[in-house]
T-cell receptor
Framework: AQSVTQPDIHITVSEGASLELRCNYS??????LFWYVQSPGQGLQLLLK??????LVQGIKGFEAEFKRSQSSFNLRKPSVHWSDAAEYFC????????????FGKGTTLSVSS | ETGVTQSPTHLIKTRGQQVTLRCSSQ?????VSWYQQALGQGPQFIFQ???????GRGNFPPRFSGLQFPNYSSELNVNALELDDSALYLC???????????FGPGTRLTVL
């Protein structure tokens, strides 16, 4: 069955430090992969996506992610974290049914310390 | 360009009641998906609508049903509410064939 695992429930990073959020997926075919961010009480905002091609993808707000097929991973990175990056981050895989359903991980909460 | 909107923002129901949530898709989008996000969890796929028909469904019972209208807006209906239905319900719109989904702010449902 398709699934997404985000091993880290909560991460605290100092402002200005680098960030890496981990994501592993299980899917039999070539995956469509996404990272979304959710601020408290808000909907989901798309940070970046991977469909095919270059395995290093750039997103909004200075985020990037690297697709590694051999490791079934799609980790999110940012070189320098800002206090406004504190939020919940979700990794998702797009699963082809009649349409496309997104299967989400349980999320990683990012706290930023000053 | 108008984004995805949902109404109401919050609502409170009692167990056994029925509820209808509404979603207006982003301009130009013809597909609507609904997700349930329980507290502390990731969103779970309920179903998707395209051309006014259900186009895929997750592991949710039949008391979760939906509609899509000719203007691509959508409703999610939940009958016989249970306490575990308390969650944030998210609507997402997209273009059929395009995997990128755009989410609305959600409706917070509390079942007492």
């Amino acid at each position: 069955a398709q699934s997404v695992t985000q091993p880290d429930i909560h991460i605290t990073v100092s402002e200005g430090a680098s960030l890496e959020l981990r994501c592993n997926y299980s899917y039999g075919a070539t995956p469509y992969l996404f990272w979304y961010v959710q601020s408290p009480g808000q909907g989901l905002q798309l940070l970046l996506k991977y469909f095919s091609g270059d395995t290093l993808v750039q997103g909004i707000k200075g985020f990037e992610a690297e697709f590694k097929r051999s490791q079934s991973s799609f980790n999110l990175r940012k070189p320098s974290v800002h206090w406004s990056d504190a939020a919940e981050y979700f990794c998702a895989v797009g699963v082809k049914q009649a349409g496309t359903a997104l299967i989400f991980g349980k999320g990683t909460t990012l706290s930023v310390s000053s | 360009e108008t984004g995805v909107t949902q109404s109401p923002t919050h609502l409170i129901k009692t167990r056994g009641q029925q509820v209808t949530l509404r979603c207006s898709s982003q301009s130009g989008h013809n597909t609507v998906s609904w997700y349930q996000q329980a507290l502390g969890q990731g969103p779970q796929f309920i179903f998707q609508y395209y051309r006014e028909e259900e186009n895929g469904r997750g592991n949710f019972p039949p008391r979760f049903s939906g509609l899509q209208f000719p203007n691509y807006s959508s409703e999610l209906n939940v009958n016989a509410l249970e306490l575990d239905d308390s969650a944030l319900y998210l609507c997402a719109s997209s273009l059929q064939g395009n995997n990128e989904q755009f989410f609305g702010p959600g409706t917070r449902l509390t079942v007492l």
